[in-house]
């Protein structure tokens, strides 16, 4: 689906702004004053592709993407995701590794206060 983006000024949205929201769901509005471009308007749909978008590509939170689409379940998130054929985000490696250098500090910690707890027994 290609999308199409119409321009319309200012002040014929607010004469026409029922007509104009009558639009097709592969069209947005650019809204334009004094012709600079000010506004967009685009279909719900288009919305929440964005928004997951967002969040596949790691530019909104888990949290704000959920805010933003109006759901409280992960795996409604999930869902969504899977219904747009919007693969799930991935960690960076970098991230990936400081959370795996995280796990084995906490982790180690815990193995050696075992051990010690086992030696004094």
Same mark, same amino acid.
């Given at each position: 689906?290609?999308?199409?983006?119409? *321009? %319309?000024?200012?002040?014929? @949205?607010?004469?026409?702004? =029922?007509?104009? !929201?009558?639009?097709?769901?592969?069209?947005? %509005?650019?809204?334009?004053?004094? &012709?600079?471009?000010?506004?967009?308007?685009?279909?719900?749909?288009?919305?929440?592709?964005?928004?997951?978008?967002?969040?596949?590509? &790691?530019? @909104?939170?888990?949290?704000?993407?959920?805010?933003? !689409? &109006?759901?409280?379940?992960?795996?409604?998130? !999930?869902?969504?995701? &899977?219904?747009?054929?919007?693969?799930?985000?991935?960690?960076?490696?970098?991230?990936?590794?400081?959370? @795996?250098?995280?796990?084995?500090? %906490?982790? =180690?910690?815990?193995? *050696?206060?075992?051990?010690?707890?086992?030696?004094?027994?």
């Amino acid at each position: 689906m290609e999308l199409m983006m119409k *321009k %319309i000024a200012a002040t014929k @949205l607010k004469r026409n702004f =029922g007509k104009e !929201l009558n639009f097709r769901n592969a069209e947005n %509005i650019l809204v334009q004053k004094r &012709g600079k471009d000010t506004h967009m308007i685009f279909t719900a749909e288009t919305g929440k592709r964005l928004i997951l978008a967002c969040y596949s590509t &790691g530019y @909104l939170s888990r949290s704000d993407a959920m805010n933003f !689409l &109006g759901i409280d379940w992960y795996g409604s998130l !999930l869902d969504l995701l &899977g219904e747009h054929d919007i693969p799930m985000p991935m960690v960076s490696p970098e991230i990936r590794q400081q959370m @795996l250098d995280r796990a084995v500090e %906490i982790l =180690g910690n815990r193995i *050696k206060s075992d051990e010690k707890t086992s030696e004094d027994s």
